[in-house]
């Protein structure tokens, strides 16, 4: 069964840093494409981050510079390491796994999201 | 950049009727259109992916249509447990989600 454990949220100042975690099971992480998401409270949802197979990486705009997405094979697990956070980066964060054929990409298992503060 | 849009952005509605939800892209995404359902509190759910195919699990009263520029989402037979808000996505480019449409009861 695929699960996604996301982990590492919290309260934290603004110019803070936090990493979260999202430890997978029932697939390989390595072999998958993997996304963030993430949801601002009462808003949309809005892609954050994602990380190909092959280790390409991508950041939507506002992150860039500032978030890191990456994996650790021997654990199975997705982190996103955020940096310089804003008051706008308050949000709950969501890993996801996408599954793609014929060049369609979704985001067929989420975790249960972990919410991130930016406050002082 | 593609925008999208989402119609109506709520809906009431009761149990057994049939219900559409218009997505439209500012371009033409051809057919790189998914559909996701949220319930309060949890993750969301993918329901429809490239438009029109049904995710593995989904009931069969949820489907999907369109290409280009204009989508929707029917739930032909609406269902207690189809009251939520339901988010179109465009893969197209850079992924994007549409604002959301709220359907509670009526």
């Known amino acids: 069964e695929v699960q996604l454990v996301e982990s590492g949220g919290g309260l934290v100042q603004p110019g803070g840093s936090l990493r979260l975690s999202c430890a997978a099971s029932g697939f390989t992480v390595s072999n998958s494409y993997m996304r963030w998401h993430r949801q601002a409270p009462g808003k949309g949802l809005e892609w954050v981050s994602a990380?190909?197979?092959?280790?390409?990486?991508y950041y939507t705009d506002s992150v860039k510079g500032r978030f890191t997405i990456s994996r650790d094979n021997s654990k199975n697990t997705l982190y996103l390491q955020m940096n310089s956070l804003r008051a706008e980066d308050t949000a709950v964060y969501y890993c996801?796994?996408?599954?793609?054929?014929?060049?369609?990409?979704?985001?067929?298992?989420w975790g249960q999201g972990t919410l991130v503060t930016v406050s002082s | 950049d593609i925008q999208m849009t989402q119609s109506p952005s709520s809906l009431s509605a009761s149990v057994g009727d049939r219900v559409t939800i218009t997505c439209r892209a500012s371009?033409?995404?051809?057919?790189?259109l998914n559909w996701y359902q949220q319930k309060p509190g949890k993750a969301p759910k993918l329901l429809i992916y490239?438009?029109?195919s049904l995710q593995s699990g989904v009931p069969s009263r949820f489907s999907g249509s369109g290409s280009g520029t204009d989508f929707t989402l029917t739930i032909s037979s609406l269902q207690p447990e189809d009251f939520a808000i339901y988010y179109c996505?465009?893969?197209?480019?850079?992924?994007?989600f549409g604002p959301g449409t709220k359907v509670d009861i009526k």
């Open positions: 490239a438009a029109s």
């Open positions: 996505q465009q893969t197209y480019s850079t992924p994007l």
């Open positions: 996801a796994r996408d599954q793609s054929g014929s060049g369609y990409y979704y985001s067929d298992y």
């Open positions: 990380i190909y197979s092959g280790g390409t990486t």
């Open positions: 371009q033409s995404i051809s057919s790189y």
